[in-house]
T-cell receptor, first 116, second 111 residues
Framework: DAGVIQSPRHEVTEMGQEVTLRCKPI?????LFWYRQTMMRGLELLIY????????DSGMPEDRFSAKMPNASFSTLKIQPSEPRDSAVYFC??????????????FGPGTRLTVL | TQLLEQSPQFLSIQEGENLTVYCNSS?????LQWYRQEPGEGPVLLVT?????EVKKLKRLTFQFGDARKDSSLHITAAQPGDTGLYLC???????????FGSGTKLNVKP
């Protein structure tokens, strides 16, 4: 399996522009997570889906952020409009839950977003 | 405020030394995980502990879950340059597959 696939790997945009990050989870996994990582705040959970349904979006910073999972093999995280403070590395992760005691999350390589 | 506090934040040691990294919280966790992250990549799971007092070993790495399931430690014996990376603990507070990550410990092992 190719693992979790994220695109783009790098995105540089200007303040006010719309940004869309994409994720393809591992086939067969039923849970998908979007995280944001910064030096100041570490790795923060933004939202997670189970069986394509958003379960918890309490980590989404504000209304400018939205996430969708139209099917089991694709998810998007959209920021509109983007702001410089949104600059971070955004990770997508997937897992199969419940899976006994392990509950391993498999992370993608991340998208490094820079908002100028 | 982080739900999970890790210490130390940074650690730079020589190859061959031993070290311990701590992950502490005032909350009880149904399970706790340790991940390692290398630059430019996503975190990779090292271990999951679920029972209070549990000890797991992975080659030179020893993981312990506190008796009260509020804290954990990671001990590395005879560290090697390949151990360099960011070590993250993550706790599932209510068993609903929602993990809170600690602030991380950045380890540098010098040859």
């Amino acid at each position: 399996d190719a693992g979790v696939i994220q695109s783009p790997r790098h995105e540089v945009t200007e303040m006010g522009q719309e940004v869309t990050l994409r994720c393809k989870p591992i086939s067969g996994h039923n849970s998908l997570f979007w995280y944001r990582q910064t030096m100041m705040r570490g790795l923060e959970l933004l939202i997670y889906f189970n069986n394509n349904v958003p379960i918890d979006d309490s980590g989404m910073p504000e209304d400018r952020f939205s996430a969708k999972m139209p099917n089991a093999s694709f998810s998007t995280l959209k920021i509109q409009p983007s702001e410089p403070r949104d600059s971070a590395v955004y990770f997508c992760a997937s897992s199969f839950w419940p899976s006994g005691d392990n509950n391993e999350q498999f992370f993608g390589p991340g998208t490094r977003l820079t908002v100028l | 405020t982080q739900l999970l506090e890790q210490s130390p934040q940074f650690l730079s040691i020589q190859e061959g030394e031993n070290l311990t990294v701590y992950c502490n919280s005032s909350s009880v966790f149904s399970s706790l995980q340790w991940y390692r992250q290398e630059p430019g990549e996503g975190p990779v799971l090292l271990v999951t502990v679920v029972t209070g007092g549990e000890v797991k070993k992975l080659k030179r790495l020893t993981f312990q879950f506190g008796d009260a399931r509020k804290d954990s430690s990671l001990h590395i014996t005879a560290a090697q340059p390949g151990d360099t990376g960011l070590y993250l603990c993550a706790g599932d507070a209510w068993g609903f597959n929602k993990f809170y990550f600690g602030s991380g410990t950045k380890l540098n092992v010098k040859p």
